[in-house]
């Protein structure tokens, strides 16, 4: 992609925000349009682009979820799950699948026992449309996305397209996000998850994609070679994205998106040259400068509450007894539900409703791990093998994918903090699945 392109869509996103900001309804336009406009795409492709142009509408769509969900910009909550699932559905037709997809397909038929279960409990209509619209459209989202990418093959210059899809539209969102809270000393007053500062909408949420465009804006900085202005602006919107994710008060998007870049600069550090190694050397030592200015200034414009939010501290520096804030408690009752129902769970959309009955409390799970378990018994705990495994095995015959590692971390610590509650977890995955060619071989460093 040209520069110019890059910069133009940059300020076009910059100017959709501030758009959204000031006319809400604009939101559910955009959403109409992009749904148009990409479903146009995929039909018009031709078969050789048709992966290609199915996983840049997937990347966009994921990319601006959480940004339309806090402004009403989806004709439903999980729209973009669903849209997601059309895209790929759509490239499916056109373009056939692996065979040794259809372990994802198992994956898929191991979850529909648990729907019956829930049904047999609560009636039809109540458990179908919980199930399907709350508690099974991410894992059947990330499934289908999982048959389609999997062997799939992209280039280096088509992967960086597909990330930049998902980047873009997070600029909107910190834009918003500065729009939202101009002044920070009056909603900052403690170390707890901060909505005010996350434009209204979940912290955990909006932590996560923010992630995503840090680790997308890192790999940027490391991997090119065009002049340093063009390098300076990417590392000037990490440290914006950056700044925003880390005053949500929101810790695991932020601590995911460290463990990304690490993965992801160790493996791209032992594939390069030795003049590219000196060079990465080089950026990270900018980036570590960058990182550490913006943690500072965090620290002064939350009056320290972010060093105590990251220390396991309260506003009066007390020490947290439960470093999870309330996950480990859910995740326990979720296992305990596995122990007491070991064969088929309770059923899909149970955890929540049996949590109030017995507690008092109606939370939603944090942990997909303990949720497929509780609610899909030893079929739940197959399903996720599947999902566990399968990428490892992958990977083990094919070393293409430089963003692996990266990917597939992402997937694992997001469910594991924010279970599937955004689309972001089901795309990334499958991502992970890809073939990437570098055209000559080896990995190019030219952005």
């Excluded at 002049?227 to 994710?245: E, M, Q, S, W």
Aim: one cysteine or more.
């Amino acid at each position: 992609m040209k520069l110019s392109l890059y910069y133009k869509l940059l300020v076009f996103h910059v100017i959709l925000a501030i758009g959204i900001y000031l006319i809400r309804p604009l939101a559910l336009v955009y959403f109409l349009f992009i749904t148009v406009f990409f479903s146009y795409k995929i039909l018009m492709a031709s078969k050789k682009y048709k992966t290609f142009y199915v996983l840049v509408a997937c990347a966009y769509v994921v990319g601006i979820e959480v940004f339309l969900r806090m402004n009403g910009g989806t004709v439903f909550y999980e729209a973009i799950k669903y849209l997601v699932i059309i895209f790929v559905l759509m490239g499916l037709i056109s373009n056939s699948f692996s065979n040794k997809a259809l372990i994802y397909v198992l994956y898929i038929v191991l979850l529909i026992p648990g729907i019956f279960v829930a049904v047999a409990d609560l009636g039809f209509e109540t458990s179908i449309r919980r199930a399907i619209a709350f508690n099974l459209s991410g894992p059947i989202c990330l499934g289908i996305t999982a048959v389609f990418c999997y062997k799939r093959t992209l280039t280096y210059n088509q992967i960086k397209i597909v990330l930049l899809a998902l980047l873009l539209p997070l600029i909107s969102m910190a834009v918003y996000l500065f729009l939202f809270t101009p002044d920070l000393q009056e909603v900052i007053t403690g170390t707890e998850s901060n909505f005010m500062t996350s434009g209204g909408f979940g912290p955990n949420q909006v932590a996560t994609v923010l992630g995503i465009g840090i680790f997308v804006l890192a790999t940027r900085f490391f991997m090119s070679k065009d002049p340093f202005l063009y390098r300076f602006i990417d590392l000037c919107l990490l440290g914006i994205l950056t700044y925003r994710a880390l005053i949500t008060f929101s810790r695991g998007g932020v601590i995911t998106a460290v463990i990304m870049i690490l993965f992801f600069v160790g493996l791209y550090y032992l594939k390069v040259n030795l003049k590219t190694k000196f060079r990465i050397k080089f950026s990270l030592f900018l980036f570590l400068i960058c990182i550490f200015s913006i943690w500072l200034y965090s620290s002064i414009q939350t009056s320290g509450f972010i060093e105590k939010r990251y220390a396991n501290q309260d506003a009066a520096g007390r020490e947290k007894q439960d470093v999870t804030t309330g996950r480990t408690d859910l995740m326990a009752f979720e296992l305990k539900e596995f122990i007491d129902n070991p064969f088929l769970g309770i059923g899909v959309g149970k955890v929540k409703e049996e949590r109030l009955n017995e507690t008092g409390v109606a939370a939603a799970s944090h942990n997909e791990m303990s949720r497929i378990v509780a609610e899909h018994g030893l079929l739940g705990v197959f399903a996720f093998l599947i999902l566990l495994m399968t990428p490892l095995v992958f990977r083990i015959k094919n070393k293409t994918n430089l963003f692996f590692y990266s990917f597939y971390l992402f997937w694992l610590l997001t469910i594991n903090h924010s279970a599937m509650r955004i689309a972001a977890p089901a795309l990334i995955y499958g991502l992970c699945l890809l073939n990437i060619t570098y055209g000559n071989g080896r990995v190019k460093n030219e952005e």
